[in-house]
């Protein structure tokens, strides 16, 4: 038996209610002198008589009008830096604040396609220039992002959609940027993996990234052959023309794992598809796999 469901994206807005007193200059937090003030700058305290206490630029403090904002203005982008930014997997809404600074304070803007990261910066109001730099060139665009980190550039680094370097370019240009003595600094964000591991319902608690298969059959059977005895949750990349084939070949060896094929995720038609490998070929013996997916396999043990 598949069970799938379908899950909608909500907007849940969150309201702080008025403090007495807001905070005059930056640099500073609201801490409460009772034992539910929490760590790291989370605002606690006794309702309508807070204190101040310095704090860091990532604190957050609260303002009248019940507006939560960055208790100190971020700190700029360093010269000569590589930042991974990570962009939306899907929903354009999905992307950080420290992201959208970034990219738009960043000298330049190195894109796996650069058409949608404009078609990104558009939706934010972002106008910066881009430069192409994908598998094909990564290796002649090395040099070229070395020279603008010499000059004292900060370059952003943005794949399709995800985060750089996560079955995406991004590897090869990491490594010349550290070697040559550059700072490279992540800039956190949306993720497949991520999204889709943790509302999975396999064990979380170990787990082993595999990314996308080889295409030929051969070398795609090797590679699962030497996982036999990986533990934990195995997590694999999969587009819609080759599922039908990984779903065959995870029948072969492990019958009777549970399988969760997660889809669209952060978009409108967002699906998990759970089952054994035989369940879900008959799944989509009646339909075409459509869009691309995270593949989570937990085997018996």
């Not at 603008?148 to 090869?172: N, W, Y």
């Not at 996308?212 to 699962?224: D, M, N």
Request: net charge positive.
């Amino acid at each position: 038996m598949v069970i799938r469901i379908l899950q909608s994206v909500h907007i849940i807005p969150i309201t702080i209610p008025n403090s007495t007193k807001a905070p005059k200059k930056y640099g500073q937090r609201y801490v409460g002198s009772d034992s539910g003030a929490l760590s790291g700058g989370v605002m606690g305290g006794r309702k309508g008589n807070p204190t101040l206490q310095n704090c860091n630029a990532n604190l957050v403090a609260r303002k009248a009008g019940g507006v939560v904002s960055s208790a100190m203005p971020p700190a700029p982008l360093q010269p000569g830096t590589l930042y991974l930014v990570a962009t939306p997997i899907g929903n354009l809404e999905d992307i950080t604040l420290r992201a959208l600074r970034t990219l738009r304070e960043c000298t330049i803007v190195a894109a796996e396609d650069t058409r949608r990261a404009r078609q990104l910066m558009r939706a934010h109001d972002i106008d910066r220039p881009t430069l192409s730099c994908h598998k094909f060139n990564e290796a002649k665009r090395s040099g070229e992002l070395l020279e603008r980190l010499e000059r004292g550039e900060t370059i952003a680094m943005v794949s399709d959609a995800g985060t750089p370097g996560i079955s995406d370019p991004g590897e090869r240009i990491v490594r010349a940027v550290l070697a040559a003595g550059y700072r490279v600094e992540p800039v956190p964000g949306p993720c497949a993996l991520a999204a889709a591991l943790p509302a999975s319902g396999l064990a979380t608690a170990e787990f082993h990234f595999v990314g996308f298969l080889p295409h030929k059959s051969g070398a795609r059977l090797r590679q699962l052959e030497a996982l036999a005895e990986v533990p934990g949750t195995l997590c694999f990349y999969e587009s819609p023309h080759r599922v039908v084939k990984f779903l065959g070949e995870l029948d072969g060896l492990w019958p009777e794992a549970q399988v969760v094929l997660a889809r669209e995720l952060t978009k409108k038609f967002e699906e998990f598809l759970r089952g054994t490998p035989a369940e879900l070929l008959a799944h989509y013996a009646e339909r075409k796999p459509k869009g691309e997916f995270v593949a989570l396999v937990q085997r018996a043990r």
